[in-house]
């Protein structure tokens, strides 16, 4: 069955940079539009950034563009998001998703 498993968040300061990794399995990951979505503390789910299966389209939330940027190896059936610049308004458990399925997520928490 479909399995996503989030990993890389953790504790950073402002302005720093982490970088998240979800690992895919269970269906053919290289034909599928994969997103990152997140839920900060008491809030509802907030799309973060999209990626076409061959990785050549990305999109991504005004509130993150410039700053996040999604990947993909379809070799490794895994799925990255590189985090820079990070703010404290960006602490939140973040997601990878396919078709609304959603792994158990990563905590992110960006705090002095």
């Known amino acids: 069955q479909v399995q996503l498993v989030e990993s890389g968040g953790g504790l950073v300061q402002p302005g720093g940079s982490l970088r998240l990794s979800c690992a895919a399995s269970?269906?053919?990951?290289?034909?599928?539009?994969m997103t990152w979505v997140r839920q900060a503390p008491g809030k509802g789910l907030e799309w973060v950034a999209d990626?076409?299966?061959?990785?050549?389209?990305?999109y991504y939330a005004n509130s993150v563009k410039g700053r996040f940027t999604i990947s993909r190896d379809n070799a490794k059936n895994a799925l990255y998001l590189q985090m820079n610049s990070l703010k404290p308004e960006d602490t939140a458990v973040y997601y990878c998703?396919?078709?609304?399925?959603r792994g158990q997520g990563t905590e992110v928490t960006v705090s002095s």
């Open positions: 269970g269906f053919s990951f290289g034909v599928y539009r």
């Open positions: 990626i076409d299966p061959s990785g050549d389209s990305t």
């Open positions: 998703s396919r078709d609304g399925r």
